[in-house]
């Protein structure tokens, strides 16, 4: 009785882990970044972009405080400006990556 009682709680137990790694993978965001090589000068900008997109809204969950922050910095051009240096800053990082696309 010990064993099977000791069977039944173990399969609870993995039939719950199972469940959790689940819905982890449900929840998991799609690779947007599998390298940092990139074909092209331009894929590399849009790859950029993308991190910084992706890194900003990871550090930001909350939607509804994102658009609120998105409305002041669209008319901010200082704002801008600086959005801009942060993609500036990971397509550098992708351009060494790629040996500035030198072939």
């Known amino acids: 009785m010990k064993n099977l009682m ?7 137990i993995v039939l719950l882990s199972g469940n959790a790694l689940a ?11 599998p390298s940092l090589i990139t074909e092209t000068p331009l894929q590399g900008r ?10 900003i809204g990871t550090i930001q969950t909350n ?7 998105r409305k002041m910095y669209a008319e901010d ?11 500036n800053l990971e397509f550098r990082i992708i351009a060494e990556a790629n040996n500035y696309w030198k072939k």
Not at 6 to 12: A, G, K, L, Q
Not at 23 to 33: C, F, L, P, S
């Open 6 to 12: 000791s069977i039944i709680v173990v399969s609870f």
């Open 63 to 69: 939607k509804d405080a994102k658009h609120r922050v």
């Open 23 to 33: 819905d982890q993978a449900k929840h998991a965001t799609k690779d947007y970044m």
């Open 46 to 55: 849009m790859l950029a972009m993308t991190i910084v997109r992706k890194t």
């Open 77 to 87: 051009p200082v704002l801008l400006m600086r959005s801009v240096e942060l993609v």
